[in-house]
């Protein structure tokens, strides 16, 4: 699993730890267990999540379950196109 980046910010410390605990439940919340993203965007996603944390608290937002719910709402994934395998009948 990814972990908490910030961006260089004016928060407490103790604003960021909470953060930090915030990440790892939103993440969760956006990629299922197991799901596995291309490196390139998980890196991408992990930097969009803590991006978006941290410009919610700094605009005074301390609620966790708002700052989950509204970072999942605006944060995007890219999801991998689906392929369909076709299985030869059997005859």
């Not at 980046?5 to 990629?31: D, V």
């Not at 291309?38 to 609620?63: F, H, M, N, T, Y």
Request: charged share 25%.
């Amino acid at each position: 699993m990814p972990f908490f980046k910030p961006p260089t910010n004016n928060l407490a410390p103790y604003q960021l730890e909470l953060l930090a605990s915030i990440f790892r439940t939103t993440w969760s919340e956006i990629l299922p267990r197991g799901y596995r993203l291309p490196r390139a965007e998980e890196q991408r996603l992990q930097s969009e999540i803590s991006d978006r944390l941290c410009s919610l608290a700094a605009k005074g937002l301390v609620d966790p379950v708002m700052l989950q719910g509204l970072t999942v709402a605006t944060v995007s994934v890219h999801p991998r196109k689906a392929t369909r395998r076709i299985r030869d009948a059997e005859h």
